[in-house]
């Protein structure tokens, strides 16, 4: 295959902020409103939320429902990446 026909996997994002902020909210299927409620989650701690319920509003426990997308969030984005993000979204007035 030519170079001109390859294309990334992961479809193309932004640059910065931008960029990061496209990628975990792939990770939450497009959900924005979800995104902003499980990014802070990701600075750590969210094991003693394991047995309590989904802060997305299911009725499932939080380690059988996004459990594992905020690990995986935390896991590709480097803390200090994950704190630009955080730090971007509420420069654009987003409350988390």
């Not at 295959?1 to 902020?17: A, D, F, I, L, N």
């Not at 959900?31 to 989650?41: G, I, S």
Request: charged share 20%; hydrophobic share 35%.
């Amino acid at each position: 295959m030519p170079v001109s026909e390859r294309r990334w996997p992961g479809g193309e994002r932004g640059h910065g902020v931008v960029g990061y902020f496209q990628y975990a909210l792939d990770l939450v299927g497009g959900n924005v409103a979800l995104l902003f409620q499980l990014l802070p989650m990701t600075k750590g701690g969210h094991g003693r939320l394991r047995n309590k319920a989904c802060p997305c509003g299911s009725t499932r426990k939080f380690k059988r429902c996004h459990l594992h997308t905020v690990e995986n969030i935390a896991r590709s984005i480097k803390p200090s990446h994950r704190q630009w993000l955080m730090q971007g979204i509420k420069d654009a007035g987003v409350a988390l």
